[in-house]
């Protein structure tokens, strides 16, 4: 069982922060991790959570490339006794009537052939801890209210859950609050994906048949008319089921979340085939708003992680991963700020890149796989010019680290159009199906004002 920290007792008033090196604002991976980083470093950081651990999350599927991460924060084995291994993604199209199972050790690099499934409460909680452990000063229960900037730092404002104001005098900030987008919000920089607008809604089920033996930790994605589902088995017996689906569907929805997700799942039957004896074990959520960028990454004394940035459909559970090697970047960027401040605008420009370069990667895949070209090569993968290899190392997070996969990346594209045209009776019914079913169920839905989505 992980600790908790103390809760202090109510107090009032304000409360003035002391000076300090670095302001990191949300403790999810992002903020946790680069906390850990800079305070092992000697670097005095102060670790602001809005919310007390453990919390709920969703995005609980993992990469294999976060492996290395683990190893370098020096979590490792507590993500293993937390977690269920997963060793490859398993896809379903109800079109081609079949399944297929993507496996990791079928990836360009052999050495990283799993990664792990984690409920985000305990996962997030433990990164959390190992912050503190590293030597940030954390505070939990604590929303940042204003961040200030000026010549030399920043001035942060905050509230804790007694109502008491807190400040902090501090020369860098670092922006991990999610899909808050502090930042991005402040300054105007938040874009909505036009691209690849999503919705979701999502619920954690007992009692899910999963695949067997090896394969019980696999990641399942089942597509259907909407959209697609993904299925995650957790190493506590419960799995996370979710649909991600153009906004046009939930727009229609009329009922309780609870009640529109499993009729969601009714209609994709190899998927209720697998819920037939299974429970709803939590309260389903429902979000909008999916997809989307901030124009830049960094600024004078701050940067972004992760959601806080970026946050692309996780079809590719992508997301845990991008959060925490970015801030492995930062860290190292952070400190040239603080240090070599005639370095600081080449650090930050090299921090974008990267921030930058991995939803751009992944993005060109989930943009398209709903397509039938991108369905048909993912229902008959073929290795010829390892092109498979390529894929897969997509799949793994093998984005960064030079491995090289760009010339055969480039191929796939190449195949993938080429496969288009040939299915191009079948994607062009698609896109005006969906067009259709988009028309007849908004106006309907106008009509009768159930046009929300949170809730």
Not at 51 to 71: A, K, M, T, V, W
Not at 143 to 152: A, D, N, T
Not at 306 to 315: H, K, Y
Not at 368 to 381: D, G, I, K, Q, S
Request: proline letters at 4%; aromatic letters at 12%.
């Amino acid at each position: 069982m992980l600790s908790t920290q103390e809760v202090r007792p109510p107090e009032t008033g304000t409360h003035q922060g002391d000076q300090c090196e670095v302001v990191v604002i949300g403790g999810g991976p992002a903020g946790s991790t680069i906390a850990a980083l800079l305070a092992q470093r000697g670097r005095d950081v102060v670790l602001v959570e809005k919310s007390r651990h453990p919390r709920f999350h969703i995005g609980e599927s993992l990469l294999p490339l976060n492996l290395p991460l683990f190893d370098k924060l020096g979590v490792r084995e507590q993500v293993e006794s937390m977690a269920i291994r997963k060793y490859g993604v398993e896809f379903i199209s109800p079109q081609h009537g079949r399944s297929v199972t993507l496996d990791f050790s079928q990836a360009w690099d052999k050495r990283f052939p799993y990664a792990f499934q984690v409920r985000r409460s305990e996962f997030d909680e433990m990164l959390f801890r190992n912050a503190i452990d590293k030597g940030a000063r954390a505070f939990e229960g604590t929303r940042v209210q204003s961040v200030e900037f000026r010549e030399s730092g920043a001035r942060i404002r905050a509230r804790d859950e007694y109502g008491a104001q807190i400040h902090w005098n501090t020369r860098f900030v670092v922006d991990a609050t999610g899909r808050d987008t502090l930042l991005a919000n402040q300054f105007d920089l938040k874009r909505k994906n036009p691209k690849h607008n999503s919705a979701a809604v999502f619920g954690h089920f007992s009692g899910a048949q999963r695949l067997e033996g090896r394969a019980e930790g696999n990641i399942s994605i089942f597509w259907f008319d909407h959209g697609w589902f993904w299925f995650i088995p957790l190493a506590d017996g419960v799995t996370s089921i979710g649909a991600v689906c153009w906004p046009y569907y939930l727009k229609t929805r009329k009922t309780a979340v609870d009640r529109f997700l499993l009729d969601t799942v009714a209609l994709c039957p190899a998927l209720a085939e697998r819920l037939a004896r299974a429970k709803l074990v939590e309260p389903a959520t429902a979000t909008g708003n999916y997809s989307y960028c901030a124009t830049r990454s960094s600024g004078s004394r701050y940067i972004m992680l992760g959601d806080a940035f970026a946050f692309i459909d996780p079809v590719f559970s992508s997301g845990v991963f991008l959060a925490m090697h970015g801030a492995f970047v930062g860290a190292d960027a952070v400190e040239t700020c603080l240090d070599q401040p005639a370095k600081a605008e080449a650090a930050l420009k090299h921090f974008d890149h990267v921030c930058s370069r991995g939803p751009k990667v992944f993005s060109w895949f989930i943009y398209r796989v709903t397509t039938p070209a991108m369905r048909e090569l993912f229902m008959y993968p073929s290795n010829q010019w390892r092109l498979l290899e390529a894929l897969l190392a997509v799949l793994a997070g093998d984005v960064f680290r030079g491995t090289p996969i760009g010339g055969r990346l480039l191929m796939f594209k190449v195949v993938y159009y080429v496969t288009g045209l040939t299915l191009l009776r079948k994607t062009i019914a698609a896109w005006r199906r969906r067009r259709r079913v988009t028309r007849e169920t908004l106006e309907p839905a106008r009509a009768e004002g159930a046009v929300r989505v949170d809730g």
